[in-house]
């Protein structure tokens, strides 16, 4: 017997129609689709470049900005972008609660030229010219960091700001060679601070200050780890160096200002 196969496809179902012999006709439709004509996703195509869209994207999260929130009370502490901890002194600025420490350089200038490595010990064997430069770096870190407070810079304390807040440090809580030699520098605060909060004022490092930029040589105040001289001890001393000189007893802090 011969038989003819029409398949026909319409409006999603398919249609077949056998005929067996004469005058003998079965028809079928299929209820399911078959899998080569499921329908496809349609997408859009750019008219202007013929290129298909791009993936789609999550939406970019930015992340959150430090807001500067220092309290203006004196005596209280807030801690910068690096860790550097700063005190509200009663005249109306902040300084270092420590002298600047190694970890801290690092993290602003990228080396350590410290004589006595250690984290948590102050940096040392710094000019005037590296100290003045961490500061402009600082500055610069904070500020794309939005997080220096708007008519505000970090610098070296002039030698006025520094006999302010020597207070009433002594030498019994300062890191020198009066009683006992010593032959390195100690972690910052391992000796209790002064009135004003503030620790190693008088000793572990001498402290470089602010001065005329076109004098020959700059002034750096306390004592430090090396010093046993009563002369050189004494609050009122001053140190004179070269800008770009280094020692193993040349460190500094910072102080937080107005322009």
């Known amino acids: 017997m011969k038989t003819n196969l029409l398949k026909v496809v319409w409006l999603g179902c398919v249609m077949v129609t056998a005929v067996f012999g004469e005058g003998f006709l079965l028809n079928a439709v299929a209820d399911e689709q078959p899998k080569e004509l499921e329908t496809a996703k349609t997408i859009s195509v750019n008219a202007a470049n013929g290129k298909l869209p791009a993936e789609p994207t999550e939406p970019e999260t930015k992340p959150e900005?430090?807001?500067y929130k220092a309290d203006t009370n004196p005596g209280t502490i807030f801690t910068n972008g690096i860790g550097m901890e700063l005190v509200r002194l009663p005249?109306?600025?902040w300084v270092g609660k420590f002298e600047v420490t190694q970890k801290q350089y690092k993290k602003v200038m990228g080396d350590n030229p410290s004589a006595f490595a250690g984290d948590d010990r102050p940096v040392d064997s710094v000019s005037w010219n590296d100290a003045v430069e961490f500061c402009k770096k600082l500055n610069e870190l904070e500020r794309n960091e939005e997080s220096l407070p708007k008519g505000?810079?970090?610098s070296l304390p002039t030698e006025?700001?520094?006999e302010s807040f020597v207070g009433d440090a002594g030498l019994e809580t300062a890191v020198?060679?009066?009683k006992q030699r010593r032959s390195v520098t100690a972690a910052v605060g391992s000796l209790p601070p002064n009135a004003l909060g503030l620790y190693d004022v008088r000793g572990n490092v001498m402290e470089w200050c602010a001065g005329d930029p076109s004098a020959a040589s700059r002034a750096?105040?306390?004592a430090a780890w090396a010093t046993d001289f009563e002369v050189n001890l004494r609050p009122?001393?001053?140190?004179?160096a070269r800008p770009d000189e280094r020692q193993n007893t040349f460190g500094f802090r910072v102080a937080l200002v107005s322009e």
């Open 176 to 178: 020198t060679s009066d």
């Open 65 to 67: 900005k430090r807001v």
């Open 236 to 240: 009122a001393f001053r140190h004179y």
């Open 152 to 154: 505000h810079n970090y």
């Open 220 to 222: 750096l105040r306390g």
């Open 160 to 162: 006025s700001q520094w």
């Open 91 to 93: 005249a109306g600025y």
